[in-house]
Nanobody
């Protein structure tokens, strides 16, 4: 059974930091490219960051220099380290896994940036 379980979301003040985790099971994690996307209230999905199976990363311009994606294949987990958070980063954050046409999604974790 494939599962992607996000954790680490919550309420944080502007300028603060959070680390999101996405624990995977039920598939060969190391072969999959992993991504974080987010959906702010009333808006569509935004691709935040991605990491290939070889560890090459890419981040959206809106979070470049503030967010870092990483993976630990031994733990079947992908992370999103978020710093210098802004109110506009408030969203539900989802991880998803992709290889060729296989795509798996997590259930999402809420991040709220507010004073």
């Amino acid at each position: 059974q494939v599962q992607l379980v996000e954790s680490g979301g919550g309420l944080v003040q502007p300028g603060g930091s959070l680390r999101l985790s996405c624990a995977a099971s039920g598939f060969t994690f190391s072969s999959y490219w992993m991504y974080w996307v987010r959906q702010a209230p009333g808006k569509g999905l935004e691709l935040v960051a991605g990491i290939t199976s070889n560890g090459v990363t890419n981040t959206a311009d809106s979070v470049k220099g503030r967010f870092t994606i990483s993976r630990d294949n031994a733990k079947n987990t992908v992370y999103l380290q978020m710093s210098s958070l802004k109110p506009e980063d408030t969203a539900v954050y989802y991880c998803f896994a992709r290889v060729r046409t296989d795509v798996y999604w997590g259930q999402g974790t809420q991040v709220t940036v507010s004073s």
